[in-house]
């Protein structure tokens, strides 16, 4: 598709007198791993929100491969998986129950949810839990599940929200190892984190928001320039490195 996987124009947000988002404009190239980043409080989950129609936003609106999220919200939403940050699910079902009921939600016959959600459970190492009831999964487990409704109905976009976060190492190379199986099968991928490294090491583009505005987007080659991702952000968002002046107190406790 030569359409913008996911379009973002003059997005906006605004909670009593904060300005969550603000006028943020964003094209996220299909087939591309698109890393977003900032600061706490930057806006990330709200932009995230608001573009698969989990928020209305105040003004501008958000476009998945062409499809308006909001005029035309079934088709828009057919086409995108989503894992949002403090993902809130049915918790008395077990994973296998849970992904059968989300694969009926969408429109799916109960084999194509059966073989899909079997085969999801198997890759993502969850099989000897699918019995177990949902209230009682890791946090770890539950981001493994997450991601599984997110996948199952074959969507052309992922948009994931802090995928890593409470995952083991083992874990988090499988799920590194689906992610870059969708984007080379021609998926799109939009993974919020703080990790840099993991954005610089996973992602071919990046945006930079903080105080709600987009301060830089491109390739991450751009983005970064001669430096590291990290020192890049940095400077972007007007932070400071050290940090510690005025803690010389903590010294004496060694002593």
Not at 18 to 34: C, I, Q, R, Y
Not at 129 to 151: F, H, N, P, Q
Request: charged share 20%; with cysteine; hydrophobic share 45%.
């Amino acid at each position: 598709m030569s359409e913008p996987a996911l379009e973002l124009y003059r997005l906006r947000k605004q909670f009593g007198t904060t300005k969550a988002v603000d006028d943020v404009n964003l094209e996220v190239p299909p087939g591309s791993f698109f890393g977003l980043v900032g600061p706490n409080g930057a806006g990330k989950t709200t932009a995230l929100s608001m573009a698969v129609g989990l928020l209305r936003p105040d003004g501008g609106g958000a476009r998945i491969f062409g499809v308006d999220v909001w005029a035309r919200p079934e088709e828009a939403k057919a086409m995108v998986g989503v894992l949002p940050d403090g993902l809130s699910i049915p918790e008395r079902l077990t994973g296998r129950e849970l992904l059968t009921y989300m694969g009926l939600l969408r429109g799916l016959d109960r084999v194509t949810v059966a073989e899909r959600g079997h085969e999801l459970l198997g890759v993502l190492e969850l099989l000897d839990a699918e019995r177990t009831l949902v209230i009682d999964y890791s946090a770890g487990m539950r981001k493994k599940i997450g991601l599984a409704m997110a996948l199952l109905h074959a969507p052309k976009l992922l948009v994931l929200d802090e995928p890593f976060e409470a995952v083991d190492p083992v874990s988090a190379s499988t799920i590194r190892t689906i992610l870059q199986r969708f984007v080379a099968s021609g998926g799109a991928v939009v993974l919020s984190s703080h990790v840099m490294a993991l954005v610089e090491q996973l992602c071919s583009h990046v945006a930079v928001i903080t105080k709600g505005r987009v301060v830089a987007t491109g390739s991450v080659d751009d983005v970064r320039g001669g430096g590291s991702l990290e020192d890049a952000f940095v400077h972007l968002v007007g932070g400071r490195t050290g940090g510690a002046e005025g803690l010389s107190w903590l010294a004496s406790s060694s002593e």
